[in-house]
């Protein structure tokens, strides 16, 4: 809810029409695709959303007193325009007070609108007062004083300067010196807040923006931001999200069959396997001759859900003991992979740094561990005759797309077996496979992707920046994911592109180890998306490149 004190909106000429209006208890939710009406001094503007009621305290039409009034100099008919609005605001409350029990009354001058339809067509409501009103509800300022009087002082934080703070400057941003160790009086504040002002908003520490040098105590300088409580937390989950992602859970599992299916290629009728690789086949085949091949599909799809419920779990079980609440994922389905992951959201704000490195590397540390015990289960079983009839033949091109996983297989399946056109391998491996991918990408260091959490709070927002810009580039150019990189890359710039909203605590560092892990991961990262090019392929023994 918001309150205006004022609004003017404009009706372009040839009727020029101001109003200056009082606007109370406004639900900001609202479109603005409606009519301006006039009845009982009242306008109503009408959308499709909902309906907003504005009170006229006063009017003036310029254009329509002069035509009626012709004799009367400019300086008078402003005088008198002028008693009639006072003359009309005073009718208003009357009217307002009596309006329950008298019939409605007209006035004795009423501006009138010509050609209200075209008036109607081009109403224009001033940009920086709906701004104001539909914009998030900021900071009261008398809550500002009396916490800079009780909050903050010579043995906590001297306040020597105030900014806007938040994403639509919502927020206040107290900036001055520290007085003590950052921790300690970041813990004392919030303690002290929460006795002053209940629950009503949240404290920030945040490093000191456009600092010119580090803090004498050592570390970055910092600042304290407050947001009100509704407006830094995020909402709940509502009816329509959970259809939408149980509805994306369900093409996930199409995706995932659909990847079985194609797995058994060299099975497929030749009438099926024509359609999905001759680019000038134009009429489908029956889709009823896949059914046979669903039961045998199972198995892989089975594998490729389960390292995304695998991955989805490992946040829950980091976050639940830190009092972290996460959304439902949003599944995303991809016929190559069987699924992209999926879109996990904090539904609460992080205590500090280093729960969001943690929660954001559970993740993808758990599905990884379930991809590669199934890859690695695979790849022996591929040596095994005793399990040949469940073996499917793919391309050996298939492990130029990746050089660790490829490097991998040539270790665990010899240069013979790999050195060849096909390789007949467990399903396993390619559950295996397409989970470590789809883990791989997850991890990258950009925007709000498991990698871009983890970077954030590790190395800082601008590591994040620098690290986004290098990614974006590779995958661009196609050198990480192969033809996987653009689609991958779209989905990014469409879902994922923005940062992690800050932590409570989002200065204190997170320690040397998580900084390693991280980066070894990131390593990993871009040895299991970089591809193999024929070359060098070839001299490992890495599939068949050049036949004669």
């Not at 301006?36 to 254009?63: A, E, Q």
């Not at 990614?471 to 992690?500: A, F």
Request: aromatic share 8%; charged share 15%; hydrophobic share 40%.
């Amino acid at each position: 809810m918001a309150t205006l004190t004022s609004c003017s909106f404009r009706l372009t000429p040839p009727n020029r029409f101001n109003f200056r209006v009082k606007i109370q208890n406004i639900n900001t939710n609202f479109c603005l695709c409606g009519a301006l009406l006039s009845k009982r001094r009242r306008t109503i503007l009408k959308g499709n959303c909902t309906r907003l009621n504005l009170t006229v305290r006063s009017c003036y039409n310029d254009k329509n007193n002069t035509e009626n009034e012709n004799d009367v100099t400019n300086g008078e008919g402003e005088n008198r325009d002028n008693s009639n609005l006072a003359t009309m605001s005073s009718d208003d409350e009357k009217s307002d007070d009596n309006s329950e029990n008298s019939p409605t009354s007209i006035p004795n001058r009423t501006p009138t609108i010509s050609s209200i339809g075209s008036s109607y067509n081009n109403f224009q409501v001033d940009s920086f007062k709906l701004m104001e009103l539909l914009g998030p509800e900021k900071v009261d300022p008398a809550d500002v004083n009396v916490i800079k009087e009780k909050l903050f002082g010579y043995s906590t934080f001297w306040v020597t300067k105030e900014e806007p703070f938040g994403d639509l400057g919502e927020g206040i941003l107290f900036l001055g010196n520290l007085r003590g160790k950052r921790e300690d009086v970041f813990a004392k504040l919030q303690s002290q807040l929460a006795e002053i002002m209940g629950d009503k908003y949240n404290l920030f520490m945040v490093e000191e923006p456009n600092s010119e040098g580090p803090d004498p105590r050592g570390g970055p300088r910092v600042s304290f931001g407050m947001l009100r409580k509704e407006v830094s937390e995020p909402g709940p989950t509502t009816l329509w999200q959970y259809v939408i992602a149980l509805l994306l859970f369900l093409l996930t599992i199409g995706s995932s069959v659909e990847l079985g299916i194609a797995s058994q290629i060299n099975r497929l009728p030749p009438e099926v396997v024509k359609y999905f690789t001759d680019p000038n086949a134009i009429e489908p085949p029956d889709m009823q001759l896949l059914l046979p091949f669903v039961d045998s599909a199972l198995p892989l799809a089975y594998g490729v859900l389960g390292v995304q419920l695998f991955h989805e779990v490992g946040h829950f079980l980091a976050a639940f003991p830190m009092k972290v609440k996460l959304s439902i994922p949003y599944f995303i389905p991809n016929i190559t992979l069987g699924s992209f992951g999926a879109i996990t959201q904090f539904k609460s704000i992080l205590p500090d740094r280093k729960t969001k490195v943690d929660v954001s590397l559970s993740g993808p540390f758990a599905g990884a561990a379930l991809s590669l015990s199934m890859f690695t289960i695979g790849l022996l079983l591929s040596s095994n005759p005793a399990v040949a009839g469940d073996l499917v033949q793919v391309p050996s091109l298939l492990f130029q797309g990746s050089l660790l996983l490829g490097l991998i297989s040539r270790a665990a399946l010899g240069y013979t077996a790999m050195h060849a056109a096909t390789v007949s391998i467990h399903p396993l491996v390619i559950a295996g496979w397409c989970g470590l991918t789809t883990t791989a990408f997850n991890l990258l260091p950009i925007g709000c992707l498991d990698g871009g959490r983890a970077m954030q709070g590790a190395f800082g927002k601008n590591a994040l920046i620098a690290s986004g810009l290098a990614t974006y580039t590779l995958l661009g150019l196609g050198v990480l994911g192969g033809p996987l990189s653009l689609p991958w890359g779209l989905y990014v710039l469409i879902c994922q592109r923005t940062p992690e909203k800050p932590c409570l605590n989002d200065v204190t560092e997170v320690g040397t180890w998580r900084k390693t892990v991280l980066t070894m991961a990131i390593v990993l990262v871009v040895m299991t998306l970089l591809p193999v090019w024929d070359e060098l392929a070839e001299e490992l023994g890495m599939g068949l490149v050049t036949t004669f």
